[in-house]
């Protein structure tokens, strides 16, 4: 059982997926390379919760079986129907292995299929006979890419099933958009793009909070720093007409995550209506060769004053109430640090140095990330504007800056921090006892 923070166990992990609320439990699936702290052929790993806090691990629900998913079994998102859970991912076959690591292919070539399997209880999976491939490789290359066309998200609309990929043309990042009347039938309807905003579109989701239409996804080739991780998932009002399979976008975008090594956003509705968000925390490095990989806490997502906020969940937050004087008195879930920080004022958490200056939320983790220049070592928020109040979620390789309830977040992976906080007075909490 884990708790707060869901881990890669013992081996690496990454995108979730088929994140859902389904019959009376949270299912998480998630990219899985099991036999390794490296990326390899995926799989796709499964927990359950029933609270968004604890975390049981379920092994491996997909694995490599058909012609169309033989290389891997990549992203993708799940719904309910008729009582059944639905399953949609995307499928790779490579076009030629790598001889010297089969789980890795040459030159990124590789085809990508969009697969559908089904489960009666959301717990067991026929690997074997139950995958049906719905949207073959694209062979049309003004539509899409054969290759990097990935990532399955579906909704119920009004009175059919919509589903949107990320692909890409011309080096281009776009969504496409299918529909269908039974899940298993779909057609092509239009597409949404942004020059000069990343050549592939990774991960999308579209939701709607309160009205208000969401598009989170992930463009590669998004950043020009030469520093890794050239992409970062954002987020952008938008409208999507079922009629045409049109999507308008707006001008404007927010980042996910100001600390920008989260990625692959992806929401569902919690038990009671809200919208939830959960994604993955990007660890250059498996923490002491055993794992790689987790996720970060659940966000509620809701829109005030044209901009969309990102809240820590109400189960996370209220899971934090054992007052206590030392980071050493908390368990291996982590701890809460509520502070306020005004201009000029800053705190050290471990070795982790946040503080504030002319409005914005700057955070430095150089001294807690090894000999890493290649990486981001500072983040910032944009201007803020509600107030001065930090929630700091700090777990021993993930540390999140809540600003002012979810104005803006910025997560940090780090590697030893130290129990020592200065600066800026304080309080902690550890979660309370199950």
């Known amino acids: 059982m884990q708790k707060i923070h869901l881990k890669a166990p013992n ?31 995926m799989h796709w790993g499964h ?3 029933q609270d968004l806090v604890n975390w049981e691990d379920k092994g491996i629900a997909l694995y490599p079986s058909k012609k169309h998913d033989r290389s891997g079994c990549f992203s993708g998102s799940a719904i309910e129907h008729n009582g059944k859970m639905h399953i949609f991912y995307t499928g790779v076959n490579y076009t030629e292995e790598d001889p010297e690591n ?6 990124d070539d590789f085809i990508s299929a969009q697969l559908m399997i089904t489960s009666e209880n959301g717990m067991t999976f026929d690997n074997v006979s139950d995958k049906k491939t719905i949207i073959p490789p694209i062979d049309e290359k003004t539509v899409g ?3 990097h066309t990935r990532d399955p998200k579906v909704w119920r609309g009004k009175d059919a099933w919509y589903m949107v990929t990320g692909s890409t043309v011309d080096m281009t990042g776009r969504l ?3 529909k269908s009347d039974d899940l298993e039938n779909w057609s092509y309807l239009n597409y949404a793009e942004k020059e000069n905003f990343g050549w592939m579109w990774e991960c999308p989701d579209y939701f709607e909070v309160n009205g208000t239409g969401i598009t989170v996804f992930s463009p590669m080739g998004f950043f020009k720093d030469g520093k890794e991780y050239d992409s970062a998932p954002v987020c952008m009002f938008s409208s999507f007409d079922e009629s045409t399979g049109k999507m308008e976008l707006s001008e404007n975008y927010q980042l996910f995550d100001c600390g ?16 939830v968000i959960i994604a993955w925390a990007r660890m250059p490095e498996a923490v002491n060769g055993e794992w790689n990989g987790m996720m970060c806490i659940p966000r509620v997502v809701e829109v005030k004053n044209n901009h969309i906020y990102f809240r820590p969940h109400p189960n996370i937050k209220n899971s934090f109430t054992k007052e206590i004087t030392s980071p050493s008195q908390a368990d291996s879930s982590g701890f809460m640090v509520k502070t306020s920080l005004h201009n000029g004022e800053s705190i050290n958490i471990g070795g982790y140095i946040i503080r504030r200056e002319q409005d914005r939320i700057y955070t430095d983790r150089s001294a807690v990330f090894g000999d890493r220049d290649n990486f981001r070592l500072t983040a910032e928020t944009p201007l803020i504007h509600e107030g001065y109040e930090l929630e700091i979620y700090v777990d021993s390789n993930l540390i999140e800056v809540f600003v002012n309830n979810g104005e803006y977040v910025l997560s940090s992976v780090v590697y030893g921090l130290s129990d020592e906080i200065t600066g800026a007075g304080y309080l902690l909490y550890s979660p309370k006892e199950v």
């Open 260 to 275: 920008l090594d989260l990625y692959a956003p992806q929401s569902t509705a919690d038990m009671e209506g809200n919208r």
């Open 145 to 147: 890419s054969m290759t």
């Open 102 to 107: 089969i789980n890795h292919c040459l030159n």
């Open 11 to 41: 081996c690496w992990i990454n995108d979730p997926n088929g994140f859902i609320w389904y019959k009376g439990q949270y299912h998480l699936f998630y990219q899985c390379f099991p036999y390794s702290v490296q990326w390899g052929r």
């Open 47 to 49: 927990a359950v919760s």
């Open 176 to 178: 496409l958009f299918y």
